[in-house]
């Protein structure tokens, strides 16, 4: 017998992995002796290692019972955890059950903890028990029952982590039953089947380790064989597949009902895969040549049994060893378990399942979309896996109890743990949208009504107008997070504070219960300092892990922060921390905005939290992007530390912008080059801690846009045309592109003119350029072209246009009244400008005049002719970049095209049906619940006998119900037009029958 590893490599021949293999597989084929051996290694395992968990699997037949499999010492193995259900109660008197807490603890909302008890109960007994709890829960005692709500797995999860070990006192307890000593082969009581109790583990924070130690985590699970499951199938089509990374070997079961379908070559398409991009980056593992055993079956139940016959096989060939298995299924764990048994005897991983994927068996040809679905999932699970795997290891969080949406999972349990540091009790609800408050959340529907419009992205800076210099559209991030961490904020005072933005309170004889609510906001804002306070503390922490970019999931973190903070399926989702969040993310905004304006003389077309549209004070290209490095370079050397962790990026150009809102818009795009700006830091060498904060960075832009005024583009986005008839539809779209190509002829005739004069007058462009730049207005106001638009205007565009309104006049095929808006919509554009502004008007009278309607008319007001119905601070699934969604006026959404802007995903169709019906229910709570105010001057009524206010004025509803109407009938009708069957039941039953 060798004594040594390394002298038996040698002799062997063998490697590392090989060898462990050869081992385990010489240990199960020994006699009973060595397995009893290798049980009893398991159990000292136990005792001396930490235990590093894989997954915590529920048990079914018992709720309070779980599995948790673990790595010890490279060996994967399980053991019983029972939990028990821990909840808190706050009494104004004594109890005489329950445990006292000693120390001080903080309570949702600042709410005061007069005797606080915390209770523990088995499962069964909690539940035997729940009607009697209940009763004695609404004694007038009782101000608040808290915890109640949190999941026993979460529960494990937030106090083991995913790393944990004995704690001392359950060894030294245990010190007298010398476990190997007493080993008994015929003894049923197994050590592995022992059921330990979560006060008998504690957790380690391998982050407060060294790197080492902290690097463990994903090594040992590495070192483990894993399998990949994926599944897709309908009744009468569908595969399975075993995928053997290692091995580099796929088995796959086919079946259809009917003859055996002939089918694509896997390796052919797998092939094409690697080739296109989708590797393994992350692994070294070749996968290029895989090896595809195929199987075919008739029916789901005779491949549901082939299967779980091919993948015993595949467990049972590495003996004993547990293997990670990874499932891709649209299937529940319990129905999993239940079809195959026998991945109760292994640790499961899930990977989300798309549902998509079924849809290839709709069509004709069926088998090879289905190949190609199948082997895409194959080449991209590797990439998933490690990927995961560090994720776990940076949040702390189990390998196979990741939720749907990770990052928020990872935020929600990262913050849970922050706050139990600084004993505050969580606010973990099973209610989306209803925090966990002790009971009183059931009183805030009111309160909490309008704090969607409230928290809104919609808070946008709009300036419509004519802008002839260079236009400049740039793309934000992280300004939620920097938000948040650069705020120094006394949360203690802030509702002494008085806000300059908001009305100012008034003394009591004259206060309305508008300032009450507000007064009422504010207190609420200060109950959730600690909060507050310790999700800063966590904010701050993921800003430093990023910079440090040792963590490359802390980025996707940052990102997905506002995300997390609005969604109400978050675990910690509070309305007032939302709406605390939003403001302070509202103030950032406003201060670079002003920013941007005061100190370099940039003015705001447009701007919202995710988008900065703003016009240069240069009409050249070249010129333009030099000074847009400048406005970069100094935002990011700012006096607000916010600015300076910004990421700013230009995406678009504009040689000429006509801008009237969002969605209403035509301009010269100008052509990129390139992708992007490219930005280079100056330092060599990795540099660490201070050094790299303090460092400068100097942004160097490449001219990524052409300066070649011919290769401009015309690109034209009008809402308020599509309710024009299709004739004058396209005539609108034609008088805005042809005021903006008059302009581009113009422009490229001064550019002419000026090279001329510039080879006459021996000046370098450059320095004409210099010279001159600053002179030129921001909206075409400068004396050349404001000579020129006007005399486009007389000469050319009032001719056209006369024609255009006689002709249809005449015409009895387009209503009247469409002519009408034609003219309004068309003169609303260029009426911003006061220098045109005269000829517009002009213009637009005598237009009227041919339609015989009078210009002071009422109905020649211009109007949007669109209700808007915005989703606020909607997030995409896929890039987490948040927006509000328009969806009544949003061109692309309007012909059925759901993609996220930012990425070209498709949006959650469920999600956003879903968050529809949230607002139609919230609209008509608002509806019912709303207060009156009087005619004249707007006040509320304060006394519920009042009949007039003390001016005389009538009362009448808040909202009125013509608009709440028009509304709902808006929504009603996207309903019908994108099939959300869910939504337009809801209103159906809402809208009188009349409507």
């Known amino acids: 017998m060798l004594d040594n590893k390394e002298d038996m490599k040698y002799k062997m021949n063998v490697s590392e992995e090989e060898l462990f293999d050869l081992n385990r597989n010489r240990l199960n084929k020994n006699n009973e002796d060595h397995e009893d051996n290798y049980l009893i290694n398991i159990k000292s395992q136990l005792l001396k290692f930490n235990w590093h968990i894989l997954s915590i699997q529920k048990n079914y037949k018992k709720p309070d019972l779980f599995t948790i499999w673990l790595i010890i010492n490279n060996s994967i193995t399980s053991i019983n955890l029972r939990v028990k259900r821990k909840f808190y109660i706050n009494s104004k008197t004594k109890l005489n059950y329950g445990k006292k807490l000693e120390y001080n603890c903080h309570l949702p909302r600042k709410q005061p903890p007069s005797n606080l008890y915390s209770i523990e109960l088995s499962e069964k007994q909690y539940q035997k028990t729940l009607n009697d709890l209940k009763k004695k829960f609404v004694q007038p005692n009782i101000t608040g029952v808290f915890e109640r709500q949190i999941p026993l797995d979460l529960q494990i999860i937030l106090s083991l982590g995913n790393v944990c070990k004995l704690t001392k006192d359950y060894l030294k307890n245990n010190k007298d039953t010398n476990l190997l000593n007493n080993y008994d082969d015929d003894d049923d009581d197994d050590e592995t089947e022992k059921e330990y109790e979560l006060d008998d583990l ?42 053997i990374p290692k091995k580099r070997t796929s088995y796959i079961i086919i079946f259809c009902l009917g003859t055996q379908p002939e089918l694509p070559s896997f390796q052919k398409i797998w092939k094409e895969i690697q080739d296109n991009g989708h590797v393994n980056t992350n692994t070294n593992i070749n996968d290029s040549n895989v090896s595809f055993k195929k199987t075919f079956e008739k029916t789901l139940a005779k491949a549901k049994s082939k299967f779980n016959k091919i993948l015993s096989q595949v467990l049972e060939s590495s003996g004993n060893l547990h293997k990670i298995i990874t499932i891709s299924s649209k299937l529940e764990s319990k129905q999993l378990y239940k079809d195959h048994p026998i991945l109760l005897n292994h640790p499961i991983i899930r990977l989300p399942y798309n549902n998509n994927d079924s849809n290839c068996f709709k069509n004709i040809n069926w088998q090879k979309q289905m190949a190609e679905i199948l082997l895409n999932r194959l080449s991209q699970f590797s990439n998933w896996y490690i990927n995961s795997i560090e994720l776990a290891q940076y949040s702390g969080i189990p390998l196979g109890n990741f939720e749907t949406d990770k990052l928020n999972f990872v935020s929600d349990v990262m913050f849970s743990r922050r706050l139990r540091l600084q004993n505050h009790l969580l606010w973990i609800s099973n209610n989306a949208n209803k925090p966990d408050l002790g009971g009183i959340e059931e009183d805030e529907n009111l309160f909490f009504n309008n704090l969607d419009e409230k928290n809104s992205l919609s808070k946008s800076i709009i300036n419509p107008g004519i802008y002839t210099n260079v236009c400049i559209e740039l793309e934000m991030h992280y300004l939620p997070i920097v938000s948040i961490v650069s705020n120094e904020f006394n949360l203690n005072d802030y509702s002494n504070t008085n806000y300059s933005n908001e009305k100012t309170f008034v003394n009591n004889n004259n206060k309305t219960f508008n300032n009450i609510i507000q007064s009422n906001f504010y207190a609420e804002k200060n109950s959730c300092s600690k909060a507050m306070e310790t999700l800063r503390v966590l ?145 060599n060498g990795k540099q660490t801690g201070e050094e790299e904060e303090e460092e400068e960075e100097e942004l160097m832009f490449e001219q990524n846009w052409s300066n070649d005024v011919n290769e401009f583009k015309v690109i034209s986005t009008w809402n308020i045309a599509e309710f024009l008839p299709n004739d004058l539809h396209r005539k609108y779209y034609h008088f805005t592109e042809l005021f903006l190509n008059e302009l581009l002829k113009f422009k490229k005739q001064s550019e002419n003119d000026m090279m001329i004069e510039n080879m006459n007058d021996g000046l370098s462009k450059k320095t004409k350029i210099n010279k001159d730049g600053y002179h030129q207005g921001f909206d075409g106001t400068d004396p050349e072209t404001v000579s020129f638009i006007q005399h486009i205007l007389k000469n ?116 956003i049906e879903s968050k529809l019906i949230q607002k139609v229910n919230k609209q008509l709570l608002s509806y019912q619940l709303q207060d009156l105010k009087c005619e004249k001057c707007g006040l509320l009524r304060r006394g519920l006998l009042e009949h007039s206010c003390q001016d005389s004025g009538k009362y009448i509803n808040k909202i009125n119900k013509d608009n709440f109407i028009k509304e709902l009938n808006v929504l009603l009708k996207i309903s019908q037009k994108h099939n959300f069957e869910r939504l337009e039941e809801l209103i159906s039953s809402i809208l009188p029958s009349e409507n």
């Open 202 to 243: 504690e957790t380690i924070d391998t982050q407060a380790k060294n790197q080492k130690t902290f690097n463990k985590y994903k090594e040992l699970v590495l070192k483990q064989n894993e399998i990949f499951i994926y599944q897709n199938f309908i009744d009468k089509f569908g595969t399975f597949s075993i995928y």
């Open 539 to 683: 904010a701050i922490q993921w800003m430093k892990d990023c910079h440090k970019k040792q963590y490359k999931f802390v980025d996707s973190i940052l990102i997905n922060f506002l995300k997390w903070i609005n969604d109400t399926n978050s675990k910690l989702f509070d309305p007032i921390l939302q709406s605390f969040i939003m403001e302070l993310i509202n103030n950032s905004f406003k201060s670079l905005v002003n920013e941007l304006e005061e100190k370099y003389s940039a003015k705001i077309i447009f701007a919202n939290l995710n988008k900065i549209i703003l016009v240069t004070p240069r009409s050249k290209v070249s010129d333009s992007l030099t000074y847009m490095s400048t406005v970069l370079q100094g935002i990011r050397k700012s006096n607000n530390i916010s600015f300076r962790y910004l990421d700013l990026q230009p995406v678009n150009l504009w040689s000429t912008l006509i801008f009237l809102d969002e969605w209403n818009f035509s301009g010269l795009l100008v052509p990129q080059t390139t992708d992007n700006f490219q930005v280079q830091e100056n330092g």
């Open 796 to 911: 050319v565009f009032a001719n056209q246009l006369f024609q255009t309104i006689s002709q249809f006049s005449r015409s009895n095929k387009i209503n009247n009244d469409d002519i009408i808006n034609f003219i309004i919509y068309v003169c609303q554009v260029f009426s911003f400008n006061k220098k045109i502004k005269p000829i517009i008007e002009n213009i637009k009278k005598n237009l009227l005049k041919l339609v015989k309607i009078s210009s002071f008319s009422q109905k020649v007001q211009y109007q949007n002719p669109c209700t808007s119905i915005v989703l606020n601070n909607y997030t995409c699934n896929f890039c987490n970049s948040s927006k509000d969604l328009d969806i009544s006026r949003d061109i692309n959404i309007l012909s059925g095209n759901w993609m996220c802007t930012s990425c070209s995903q498709p949006y959650n169709l469920i999600k």
